[in-house]
Nanobody
């Protein structure tokens, strides 16, 4: 059974930091890329960042570049999203997703390329 389990999000103040984790199981880890997406109320889902679990290549949305860092621990089949300098506009439900790296790498922010999704976790940034 495939599982993607996100850690709890939380409430932080503007300028604060938060780290999310996504623990995966049930699929060949090294053949996949893991992406983080978010969706705010009334807005479309947005790709935030992605990492190839095999070679560690990373991709970021312009809106989070230089503030968010995606990383992985292959020994734990876990991907992390370190979020710094958080802004109120970062408030959203955050999801991790897994997709075959050969597909995902060409258009990592397209959610339809991912096969598996986590349940989502709320991140709220207060102003």
């Amino acid at each position: 059974e495939v599982q993607l389990v996100e850690s709890a999000g939380g409430l932080v103040q503007t300028g604060g930091s938060l780290r999310l984790s996504c623990a995966a199981s049930g699929f060949p880890w090294n053949d996949f890329a893991i992406g983080w997406f978010r969706q705010a109320p009334g807005k479309e889902r947005e790709g935030v960042a992605c990492i190839s679990t095999s070679d560690g290549s990373t991709y970021y949305a312009d809106s989070v570049k230089d503030r968010f860092t995606i990383s992985r621990d292959n020994a734990k089949n876990t991907v992390y999203l370190q979020m710094n300098s958080l802004k109120p506009e970062d408030t959203a439900v955050y999801y991790c997703a897994a997709g075959e790296v050969q597909r995902v790498v060409y258009a990592w922010a397209e959610g339809f390329l991912y096969d598996y999704w986590g349940q989502g976790t709320q991140v709220t940034v207060s102003s």
